[in-house]
């Protein structure tokens, strides 16, 4: 099955600098590739996605790069502010017989120091 | 705008009790889900439902039941509650399965079995 592991685990920055995630897959046959956002004590959010057909994606202060030959995905934040600091997940997903299968990350903590 | 709706948020059970764990969406999404989240392993499947009528077990279905009641309700019951179903419970919904679309999460159960 998909394995996604995702780098690093933990993640400290000055506020105004860019922070970079990390995760990598091992089915080459998974096509969407969502990041999510989880504060304190709430759900995951989607903050951007990226379908494998495409190999960046930015939103506003938020970009996502894939490449698919090494099979890795990357998450980067600019301009970081402190309401960036939450828990941030990659997921791989596939289909296979009318399922979209999703396997996600085991998450990285953002923390931004003002 | 509530989107997904868990209830409850908090539960403490006893070993053996049983618990249903209930989620409602208004997005008029055709599939639902159930996970969990635990520390350093990101979040499992226990359950979904493609649509309405349908249930196909996840990743890690043991000691769960689910039930789709209509298209909005999906629930999750724990019959014979045991310490390593301490957790966190997440019920996600999405459009309609085998699509490539991003799944929608609500804000979990934090589920403690003494």
């Known amino acids: 099955g998909e394995n996604v592991e995702q780098h690093p685990s933990t993640l400290s920055v000055q506020e105004g600098d860019s922070a970079v995630i990390k995760c990598t897959y091992s089915d080459s046959a998974s096509n969407y590739f969502p990041w999510y956002k989880q504060e304190l004590g709430k759900g995951p959010q989607l903050i951007i996605d990226?379908?494998?057909?495409?190999g960046e994606k930015k939103d506003q202060r938020i970009a996502v790069t894939l490449n698919k030959t090494a099979k890795h995905f990357s998450l980067h934040i600019t301009e970081t502010q402190p309401e960036d600091s939450a828990v941030y997940f990659c997921a791989a997903s596939r289909g296979s017989g009318g399922y979209q299968k999703v396997t996600f990350g085991t998450g990285t903590k953002l923390q931004v120091i003002p | 705008n509530a989107g997904v709706t868990q209830t409850p948020k908090f539960q403490v059970l006893k070993t053996g009790q049983s618990m249903t764990l209930q989620c409602a969406q208004d997005m008029n999404h055709n599939s639902m889900y159930w996970y969990r989240q635990d520390p350093g392993m990101g979040l499992r499947l226990i359950y979904y439902s493609a649509s309405e009528g349908t249930t196909d077990k996840g990743e890690v279905p043991n000691g769960y039941n689910v039930s789709r009641l209509n298209k909005r309700e999906f629930s999750l019951r724990l019959e014979s509650a045991a310490p390593s179903q301490t957790s966190v419970y997440f019920c996600a919904s999405r459009e309609r399965q085998g699509v490539i679309q991003p799944q929608h999460f609500g804000d979990g159960t934090r589920l403690s079995i003494l």
């Open positions: 990226i379908r494998s057909n495409v």
